[in-house]
């Protein structure tokens, strides 16, 4: 097990007063919040501060971390001395959020009188519903235009027979419907926490996202292709094959099309109601001059175009 | 592994949830969520409280005020401005990324 240094989470010294903690945790907390920084270490960092600052902020729990001494280093192996906390009084025990998250670290020093709190907010007649959970899950773009079943691994904190922290994981099989779009949240009620009493189980929300595509680029319900074309194809029309998430389709380009604006396919975007549609951005590349005759043809347009593209510029 | 393959509730444009549904999924009180709508946080569809229509869009953001309330202690009109200033960064940070893409 790492030993944390709670005062370094905190950028705190050692000797720092109550009130400087609580700023300082007030600051931190509204930094690395998760529904604020969408930083994938952010909520990892939110945890922390606050396992950090429920120990920090209590006179007794601080008094007693101070007491295993200043040379420990973050990371460093750790095991809590015999009877390290002989003396100490604890009131509380886990008092904030969701303590079931806190590390092995804060288990091995507080564990103890956690589940003595517990067992306090244990009553018979208690009842209170689950907590509800929160995931991510990443999708490919095709699974929103088909639908998918995808395979879901949780873990989460629980509490067991004997009233320890232990970790459990779980698989879950989950339809993802068709027409789905980034940021959306499937519920999947019961597939939360377990309640208290007669208090019913908690919903879990699967927030979705987009994996990144090579090509294919998502906003709202709309997808949008940069699609290379010819010199030619742009400057006299053409009839082109396009790919799409739902198979290759004919698209018009109209003579004298210009890069880098967008052409609509209508009802091409992802499938939701009302469905998105797919802008093809036309990328007018150019074949290379590496053999005689493309050179001749690079030239014969030189001495027949008379183009200047620079005429605008005053050039 | 359960095989059993679970079929949610997609929250989406056509979801439609009552006051009682809102509350009882951020497992609040009706006087909460009612002085978020007070607060013009949620905006529920119909005059009457009794026929408060709320998009999954509105819960979405009640358990983001819910979340930002117990762990920040920010009070309501703190609460409706970071969930505007919040929504705007992610407005402007998906125009960025289009055009970042785009600029490639």
Redesign the interface.
């Known amino acids: 097990m790492d030993y944390k240094d709670y005062y370094t989470i905190m950028g705190v010294a050692r000797d720092a007063k109550q009130d400087e903690i609580k700023r300082a945790y ?1 600051k931190l ?2 930094k690395y ?4 920084n969408k930083a994938d270490d952010a909520e990892a960092r ?1 945890k922390e501060v ?1 396992e950090a600052y429920d120990v920090l902020k209590d006179p007794e729990k601080r008094a007693a971390y101070d007491q295993l001494g200043a040379n420990w280093k973050a990371g460093q192996d750790f095991n809590p001395p015999p009877n390290w906390d002989e003396g100490y009084e604890f009131s509380g025990g886990y008092s904030d ?1 969701d303590g079931a998250d806190y590390s092995d670290f804060f288990e091995s020093l507080f564990g103890q009188q956690f589940k003595q709190g517990q067992g306090g907010r244990q009553q018979a007649g208690f009842n209170a ?1 689950g907590q ?1 959970h ?1 995931a991510k899950v990443s999708i490919e773009l095709m699974d929103a235009y088909q639908g998918a ?1 995808h395979s879901i691994t949780l873990s989460a904190a629980e509490l067991d027979a004997n009233g320890q922290v232990v970790t459990k994981q779980r ?5 993802i ?1 068709k ?3 980034k940021g ?6 019961g ?1 939360g926490s377990a309640g208290m009493g007669q208090g019913g189980k908690g ?4 927030e979705i996202d987009f994996k990144a595509h090579p090509f294919y ?1 998502v ?1 709202g319900h709309d997808v ?1 292709l ?1 699609l290379p074309i010819t010199p030619w194809e742009a400057a006299l029309g053409a009839s082109i094959k396009v790919p799409t998430p739902d198979g290759p389709v004919d698209m018009k380009i109209p003579a004298g099309t210009k890069g ?1 604006g967008k052409m609509r396919l209508k009802g091409r975007g992802i499938p ?2 009302p469905p998105g549609d797919l802008y093809v ?1 036309p990328q007018i590349t150019l074949p290379a001059a590496d053999t005689e005759e493309a050179k001749a043809l690079y030239q014969q347009m030189e001495k027949t175009l008379a183009y200047n593209p620079r005429s605008n510029l005053g050039v | ?14 979801t439609v949830l009552s006051l009682d549904e809102v509350c009882q ?1 951020c ?1 609040s009180s009706n006087e909460w969520v009612i002085e978020l709508v007070q607060e013009g946080v949620l905006e529920p569809r119909g005059q009457q409280q009794t026929h408060w229509q709320f998009s ?1 869009r509105c819960l ?1 953001k009640a ?2 005020a819910m ?2 309330q ?3 202690d920010i009070n309501l009109s703190g609460i409706a401005l ?1 969930l505007d200033l ?1 929504d705007e960064i992610d407005s402007l940070k ?1 125009r960025l ?2 055009l970042e ?2 600029a490639k």
Request: no cysteine; hydrophobic share 35%.
């Open positions: 007030k907390a509204r919040h998760p529904d604020v939110f606050g959020g519903r509800d929160h079943t698989t879950l099989k989950v339809k419907p027409g789905v779009k959306q949240r499937i519920r999947l009620a597939q919903d879990l929300y699967l680029r906003d949008y940069d880098g939701s109601a951005v | 592994m359960n095989d059993k393959i679970l079929n949610g509730l997609l929250l989406d444009e056509t999924a497992s999954a979405q358990h983001t979340r930002l117990r762990d920040l970071a919040l998906s990324l289009l893409q785009t």
